[in-house]
């Protein structure tokens, strides 16, 4: 049962079956996305003792397509398959029209995430890659509005031009080594780079950026993400942007093996953690807020992670997990307080949180985890990233300035979230909630179960922590990545 | 395990309330019953020096109980008390009790941990609990006015404490161990501007949360719309774990002398906190006086007061050491005295506005002789304990050569001198309006606390040993000099103060002004219900002859270096965050060939960094 392929395969076969059968769509999903998440528990669990390989197609490596379950892309897997399971429930009587196509695509996303993240060749990386964008680019526009058409066209184009950049740097990879198997690439690789590598890199740093929703390549987020509904609004925040900022990763860190601190990708990460946050404050959509915040959040994560040292990258982990579990509160929430008052302006949900006690609670959690309280899961990320900018080696002057901007952010977070929970929460309240009853029973079971997470991991971080610390460790670790794939 | 026994206390009580909000009696009977407990056990740790460290969670968590830990549990748990018995007949908002209820005992309990933590890291964890749980009770109301006060304080204290968790990561590092005791020896052997970055990081968050000036400007608005039983455990305690921080900073943490961390020849931190208490303690004090709000006014003097307590423990010889700690805890008495005669005034008559109260002396006569118990304490006047406290810091601050300070506490405090007259008069004094005829004093059970505090203010004021004898066990603790006293004042040696003596005098004095008062026979007694004039036109409605807007020019300069300034800072900041975030929102303007090209221009930035490799 332990096999990464499973993940694949069942997502892509209750895909396609909602497809054809045309009915009991969302029992399907639900059904996978539940098997999935079973699946992926175990395949954490046996990837943190030794990682799991999987050669498909009969041939050796490096010529067949290879799955590779490191402890980093375990966790991953196990991220996408828990938001989905509860974007799927949430969504059970959110979605109300077209079922089919809905579920089949939001399994296609889930599909396509779990396979850029077990992908262990960039061509398959690259087809996963491509499901993941082009099931998002339809679900953006799933709501048939004129500007959720308008975002999804937008994220379209930007996202074809990313995948172009990705195939040119397959081509020049491919011209240069003739293979396509990652660890095969991997070993062909030393530092100085040739000039044809420095290009490739950045082609790939570039296409998968835009997924990763880095500034600048990130114009289409705060259109597309409050487009989407908000279930997919929640995995496209909570999980497709970490996706892309995996991609990134992987490439820069394990197959290209950089040393240290990667700077162009700092750089920009910082830029957009500043624009991000900054820009959320003004908004006044909560969706809209939200994705902007969002992006803030992949900033941070992006930034830390570029310092390239095994605490930065455990730290960057934990903010990683922290912002998939709280984001999708938040936009699973926003969705709740939709379904109910029709409007998401910010000066329209006047007391929705008090009519919807264990949401409005939710909703604070997912704030205070953001902003980085104790007692919830977002002070341990926030410690850790503190703690691992202090280890950091060499580059003191731009840690500080990192630490300088995370000082002022918090701030600035803190004060578009308070207004937000303080409207949510203010007497007299002017959101009217149609009574939904078991309707609204169903939507705040994910809601409440992703704010207790929050809690709960906050409460026992070294479960996280130590997850964290593996997956960081299987991100630098380049050697052992090429020994165990190409044996 | 003593330690362990008493944290858990509040912790239950919170978690019972939260499941046991709905029924009152047993909601009440619990807080009550919980809360005596805890001060039970507060008192019986006294003198117990213990220190454990339990591994919770993923945690070690370590305390340790000393006399200056064992001094904040003990207001801690006293006054908490007092609260909750008073609240229980309190009638504020019938609606989400629980959670209120739950709040304040969270608060209580992470106050309770703060004092008792032993290590920076269990400081700051409990420290942001406790601010989040504050932020609850301040928006308790759920007003517009209400959440963006809170947001104010909860977003000043956040950034606060990033800074303070950005200090303690680095100290984690350089110390090895965040324990108090590793960190001391570590900043007595490093370098003067390492030292001075500690300081000055974490002395931000305490001179936030201890309202200083010009860090305050949160807490009136966010204290004064909190239900009034609420201020005043607000104002009580919880700025004053601001004030736990820095006597935790200076006498633990740094175990020295201020006055050898120069920045210059003239300029030590001493100094600077020295003056930043002169600022809290006179204009604070001086805008209370402008207030035409009871609960305004008072917190107005929470903050001020705040002044008193650290200047005392800046200027930190023996005997300003113990006033200011001294202080804390008289202040802590009778402005929750102060607050229980307002709530009082407020649950009877519905309103704490000055201009629409007066005359309910006889209404309510023990709410009455709280405020003024409570008034005398604030105005440091004697017979009570307000007296002694700042007896101990005028004389200190004279003795230790900061004859300016000693300055500002004088002229702090004859702005409370004229603001708490204004203040008992418009409520107590004066003719009675009709509207209030029906008033009557309020139930035992919260004439109770206020009869416990009014005792307690007055003995403290006696027998001022009572707590100074505690107060020398911290001295000792911090390894100084501790003040020596006598039962009812301070010993010859250290300065010669009997406040049995002036009790005699004030006692015949009063006897003689009596005497005068009876045998002079020409009294008119007007009623309560009259009206009286001098020269004036009077109706029905205004019975009494008044004149207000005394002083014009002196609330202009309070305004223009109080109000004016901080709001303006604070609104400038919040107006340039929104033009960044304007302008930075243009970026994303929607048109896509403009998008193309950036991503394009950033192809080539990455291309072009990458060249340098």
């Keep these: 049962m332990v096999n990464p392929l499973y993940i694949l395969v069942s997502l892509v076969f209750f895909a396609l079956l909602i497809l054809f059968v045309q009915r009991f769509s969302k029992y399907f999903a639900l059904l996978a996305t539940a098997f999935n998440f079973y699946l992926s528990i175990n395949i954490l669990i046996a990837a943190l003792k ?70 262990a060749d960039i061509f398959n990386m690259f087809v996963f890659f491509e499901i993941l964008c082009i099931s998002s680019y339809a679900l953006v526009a799933y709501q048939r509005k004129a500007d959720s058409f308008e975002a999804a066209f937008k994220y379209l184009v930007q996202g074809s031009v990313g995948s172009s950049f990705i195939l040119i740097a397959i081509a020049i990879i491919y011209g240069l080594f003739g293979t396509l198997n990652l660890a095969h690439i991997a070993r062909h690789i030393s530092f100085p780079l040739t000039f044809s590598l420095k290009v490739a890199l950045a082609l790939l740093v570039a296409g998968f950026g835009v997924e990763a929703a880095i500034f600048p390549f990130n114009f289409w987020l705060p259109d597309a993400h409050p487009a989407a509904p908000s279930p997919v609004s929640a995995v496209l925040s909570g999980l497709a942007i970490k996706v892309g900022l995996y991609a990134v990763l992987r490439l820069i860190f394990t197959i290209f093996g950089y040393p240290g ?53 455990t730290a960057g982990f934990l903010q990683i997990f922290n912002h998939a579990l709280a984001k999708s509160v938040l936009f699973l929430a926003s969705g709740v307080f939709f379904y109910q008052g029709h409007s998401l302006e910010i000066s329209d949900l006047k007391g929705a949180g008090r009519k919807n006690v264990l949401v409005g609670a939710a909703f604070a959690a997912g704030i205070f985890s953001l902003v980085g309280l104790p007692p919830f899961l977002g002070f341990f990320s926030k410690l850790a990233i503190l703690v691992s900018l202090f280890r950091t080696q060499g580059t003191l002057v731009l840690a500080y300035i990192f630490i300088f901007l995370i000082v002022i952010l918090t701030a600035v977070e803190a004060a578009y979230f308070l207004r937000v929970l303080g409207v949510l929460y203010q007497k007299p309240a002017v959101f009217s909630a149609a009574s939904g009853g078991k309707k609204m029973a169903l939507m705040q079971i994910p809601v409440v179960f992703l704010g ?27 050697a052992a990545y090429i020994k165990f794939i190409l044996g | 395990m003593g330690i362990i026994k008493i944290l858990l206390v509040p912790l239950a009580a919170a978690f019972l309330l939260l499941i046991t909000g709905r029924t009152r009696i047993l909601r009440e009977v619990l807080a009550v019953g ?43 748990s006293f006054f908490t008390f007092l609260t909750v018995i008073y609240s229980a007949r309190f009638d504020y908002q019938k609606n989400n009790l629980s959670w209120f209820h739950f709040a304040f005992f969270m608060k209580v309990f992470s106050m309770a941990a703060i004092v008792l933590a032993s290590d920076l890291l269990v400081f700051f964890i409990f420290w942001e609990i406790m601010s989040l749980f504050t932020y609850f009770l301040m928006v308790q109301k759920g007003g517009e006015k209400d959440f963006s006060a809170g947001a104010k304080y909860l977003i000043l204290s956040l950034f606060a404490s990033v800074v303070f968790l950005v200090v303690l990561v680095s100290l984690y590092f350089k110390a090895g161990s965040l324990n108090y005791l590793d960190v001391s020896t570590y900043l007595l052997r490093t370098n003067l501007s390492y030292t001075v970055f500690v300081f000055c990081g974490l002395v931000l968050a305490f001179l936030v949360k201890s309202a200083s000036f010009p860090l305050h400007y949160w807490l009136p608005d966010s204290y004064s719309n909190a239900p009034t039983t609420f201020t005043a455990f607000l104002s009580a305690l919880s700025s004053r774990m601001g004030l736990y921080g820095i006597i935790l900073l200076i006498y633990i943490l740094f175990s020295g002398d201020l006055s050898s961390f120069r920045l210059s020849h003239f300029v030590n931190l001493r100094y600077i906190l020295g003056v930043i208490a002169a600022f809290t303690m006179v204009i604070p004090t001086f805008t209370a006086l402008m207030q035409d709000d009871a609960k305004r006014l008072m917190t107005w003097h929470s903050i001020g007061q705040g002044g008193y307590m650290l200047l005392g423990i800046a200027v930190g010889t ?88 000693a300055l500002a506490a004088f002229l702090g405090t004859i702005g409370t001198i004229l603001s708490v007259y204004k203040f008992i008069h418009n409520i107590f004094l004066g003719q009675l309006d009709g509207s209030y005829q029906k008033v009557k004093e309020v139930p035992f059970l919260m004439q109770l606390p206020m009869y416990v505090l009014m005792v307690m203010v007055w003995a403290l004021g006696i027998f001022p040993s009572l707590a100074l004898e505690p107060i020398s066990r911290i001295q000792m603790f911090f390894g100084r000099e501790p003040l020596s006293f006598s039962t009812s004042g301070v010993a010859l040696s250290a300065g010669h103060l009997n406040m ?105 930035i990455i291309m072009g960094s990458l060249w340098f490799y």
Excluded at chain 1, 452 to 463: A, D, N, T
Excluded at chain 2, 530 to 550: C, M, Q, R, S, V
Aim: with cysteine.
């Design chain 1, 261 to 313: 601190v990667f700077l162009p990708l700092l750089f920009l990460a910082l830029f957009t953690f500043v624009v991000g946050e900054f820009a959320a404050l003004a908004q006044g959509n909560l969706k809209r807020m939200l994705a902007y915040s969002s992006m803030g959040q992949i900033g941070l994560i992006a930034a830390v992670m570029s310092f390239g040292s095994v605490y930065t990258f």
């Design chain 2, 34 to 76: 919980l809360s005596g407990l805890f001060l039970g056990l507060s008192l019986f740790l006294y003198g117990h020096e213990t220190s454990f460290s339990l591994k919770l969670f993923s945690f070690q968590l370590s305390f340790s109980l000393n006399p200056l830990s064992w001094f904040f549990l003990f207001m801690v």
């Design chain 2, 318 to 405: 023996p005997m300003a050491l113990a006033g200011g700690l001294f202080h804390i805890i008289n202040y802590a008495s009778y402005i929750l005295l102060i607050f229980l005669g307002i709530g009082a005034v407020e649950m009877r008559s519905g309103t704490t506005n000055l201009n629409k109260l007066g005359g309910l002396i006889k209404k309510m006569p023990v709410s009455f002789l709280a405020v003024l118990f409570g008034i005398i304490g604030l105005a440091g006047i004697p017979p009570m304990n307000g007296f002694v406290s700042k007896w101990l810091l005028y004389k200190s601050t004279i003795a230790a050569g900061f004859p300016f300070l």
């Design chain 1, 452 to 478: 207790l997470l929050l809690l709960g991991l906050g409460l026992f971080p070294q479960i996280v922590q130590k997850i964290a610390y593996f997956a960081a460790s299987s991100l630098l670790n380049k």
């Design chain 1, 50 to 119: 030794k990682p799991l390989l999987v050669n498909l197609g009969g041939w050796k490596v490096p010529f067949c397509i290879s799955l590779f379950a490191s402890p980093l892309s375990a966790a991953l897997v196990l991220l996408v398959s828990l938001v989905g399971f509860c974007a799927v429930v949430f969504s059970f009587s959110y979605i109300e029209e077209e079922r089919n196509r809905y579920y089949a695509l939001l399994l296609l996303l889930l599909a396509g995430s779990s396979g850029v993240v077990l992908a």
């Design chain 2, 500 to 604: 049995l003596t002036i009790n005699f005098v004030m006692g015949a004095m009063l006897v003689l002004a009596a005497a005068v008062f009876l045998i002079g026979h020409r009294r008119i007694i007007v009623s309560q219900y009259n009206n009286y004039a001098a020269g004036h036109f009077l109706d029905e409605k205004t019975k009494y002859n008044y004149n207000y807007h005394f002083y014009p020019t002196l609330q202009r300069f309070i305004d223009s270096c109080n109000k004016e300034f901080i709001n303006r800072g604070v609104d400038s900041i919040a107006r340039g965050a929104r033009q960044v975030s304007w302008f930075l929102r243009r970026i994303y303007g929607g048109n896509l060939n403009y998008y193309a090209w950036g991503i394009t221009a950033a192809f080539l």
